[in-house]
């Protein structure tokens, strides 16, 4: 008896040794998970805490970045505005030396006119007359005899209408309401020296040479005038066509007139509130005597093997290829972002006054809160693709239209005569004469036409708001969603 209660001790001594050592175990494999699972929190802590530094390290340095960016830009804008101001100032300089110069030699003229007068006067006894009353051919001064027989044959009323537009780039009828127009401010006086040019001669003096770019001794040939009056001359009538016609065919539009061009430019792409298709185009120069860097195009000096200058042309156009505004006389080395930023356009936009409409324009401008343009990154979505067509419709109505002002006005198609300070006078008149012909449907002649060759550079700060581009992307899903959007990408 005593043996089996023995045992029956030993029995459960070995039982509690045992689930104690159990118990044990299972408090060593709860400590060990423990410790584990505080690792693994740990760690993720760390982890986040990494991320997050890294990520307001990102921020720092982007925000470093823009700032660099930022004040680059400034002092860009800074430093450009500093050169067209002296460049100002320098031309102001040589215009006065100009006006001082050319009024000592008007004077000086004037006095040996007089003097001559009063020599002829003084030699009529010695060529025989004898009295007040007797004939005494009078001797004309200042005239050389010039044939003026081409120009005769043109204002004759035989003369046909078609090789008149061949010539003149326009109708009889719509240079007779430009010789009206401009008759106020350029029509001279007949003086006891000589005959003052007509109106008309002076109007086709200045047109031929815009339309043709001829020089001005075959102009002078031409028209029977002296060389230095035809040069005089396209400047007058361009100044007077900038001061008269311009503020009656090149204006931005009434509020009514916005509507129909949004209408007819949503008619062509599907795109809402489009309001104009903006273009920039070169016009190239005779290398500067001042600033020649600024004026030099490095693209098309690599295209054509050839050292080029230029100046800038920023123009948007309605629907029917008409401006509605040009900023002219930018130096050629100013990509199209800068010569915007630098444009009255812009001026106007940040102003408000272009709030909640859009100016296409192409891959060189970048994308704003008022200019739509292109998506331009690589893998294009199909959504994009179709949206990149449609706003390629409206850009290639202000590429026709820039090309049919340069082919109409050939004078825009090589270097000129014209001094740099003249050139946006005379590159004004024929933007001003371009509204005209569009306007009264002044039909071009198809061997004018010419192919653009302008570069389009992406900006280096593509994207100016962020709100653009969620608007951009809102409008090519529209049109995507809507079956409004090109398909001949695919």
Same mark, same amino acid.
């Given at each position: ?13 070995? #039982?509690? *040794? ?20 505080? /690792? ?21 340095? !982007? ?6 960016? +930022? ?46 007068? +009063? ?8 060529? *025989?007359?004898?009295?007040?009353? $007797?004939?005494?051919?009078? #001797? ?17 009323? +035989? ?17 007779? =309401? ?99 298709? =903006? ?60 010569? @915007? ?7 106007? !936009? ?53 090309? #049919? ?8 198609? &090589?270097?000129?005569?014209?001094? @740099?300070? +003249?050139?946006?006078?005379?590159? /004004? ?14 039909? =071009?002649?198809? &061997? ?16 100016? $708001? ?9 409008? !090519? ?5 809507? /079956?409004?959007? /090109?398909?001949?990408?695919?």
């Amino acid at each position: 008896m005593s043996n089996a209660t023995a045992n029956d001790g030993e029995r459960r001594r070995k #039982r509690g *040794g045992s689930e104690e050592e159990e118990d044990n175990i299972d408090d060593q494999k709860r400590e060990t998970k423990t410790r584990d699972l505080k /690792g693994i929190i740990t760690s993720l802590l760390l982890m986040e805490e990494q991320e997050k530094r890294e990520r307001e390290e990102r921020e720092e340095a !982007a925000a470093e970045e823009k700032s660099d960016l +930022d004040l680059n830009t400034k002092k860009k804008t800074r430093s450009m505005l500093e050169f067209y101001s002296n460049l100002q100032d320098y031309y102001s300089e040589i215009e006065e030396g100009d006006r001082v110069k050319r009024k000592r030699s008007r004077a000086m003229a004037a006095e040996v006119a007089v003097a001559t007068v +009063d020599n002829a006067l003084e030699e009529k006894p010695i060529k *025989g007359s004898t009295g007040v009353g $007797s004939g005494h051919q009078q #001797r004309r001064l200042w005239v050389k005899d010039r044939s003026k027989a081409w120009w005769d044959e043109c204002i004759s009323p +035989d003369f046909p209408e078609e090789e008149f537009k061949k010539s003149f780039r326009m109708g009889k009828s719509t240079f007779e =309401m430009i010789c009206e127009e401009l008759n106020s401010v350029i029509a001279k006086e007949d003086t006891a020296l000589r005959n003052a040019i007509p109106v008309k001669q002076r109007v086709a003096v200045c047109i031929w040479r815009l339309a043709t770019g001829e020089p001005l001794r075959l102009v002078s040939k031409r028209f029977g005038l002296g060389i230095s009056t035809c040069h005089k001359l396209v400047l007058e009538v361009c100044t007077a066509i900038r001061t008269v016609l311009m503020p009656k065919y090149l204006q931005w539009p009434e509020e009514y007139d916005l509507r129909k061009i949004k209408d007819e430019y949503e008619s062509i792409s599907g795109i809402p509130n489009v309001v104009g298709s =903006m273009y920039t185009t070169h016009i190239p120069i005779i290398a500067p005597k001042i600033s020649v860097a600024a004026y030099f195009n490095k693209r098309h000096t690599e295209r054509n093997q050839k050292t080029s200058y230029s100046i800038t042309v920023q123009g948007v156009v309605d629907p029917r290829g008409v401006f509605t505004d040009v900023c002219i006389g930018w130096p050629g080395s100013m990509n199209d972002d800068q010569v @915007l930023e630098k444009s009255a356009l812009c001026q106007r !936009a940040n102003s408000g006054l272009l709030k909640g409409v859009w100016i296409v324009g192409n891959s060189g401008y970048p994308l704003m809160d008022w200019v739509l343009v292109p998506y331009t990154q690589q893998n294009l979505t199909w959504t994009q693709h179709a949206f990149n067509e449609k706003i390629g419709e409206i850009q290639r109505v202000a590429k026709d239209a820039f090309a #049919r002002l340069k082919g109409r006005w050939s004078c825009l198609q &090589k270097r000129t005569e014209v001094k @740099l300070q +003249d050139l946006p006078v005379v590159l /004004g008149a024929c933007c001003v004469l371009h509204n005209i012909c569009e306007i009264r449907n002044e039909e =071009m002649d198809p &061997k004018l036409n010419i192919e653009l060759m302008d570069d389009e550079m992406v900006p280096e700060i593509a994207l100016r $708001s962020v709100g653009s581009m969620k608007a951009r992307d809102a409008i !090519a899903h529209n049109l995507l969603h809507h /079956g409004l959007a /090109g398909t001949a990408f695919l």
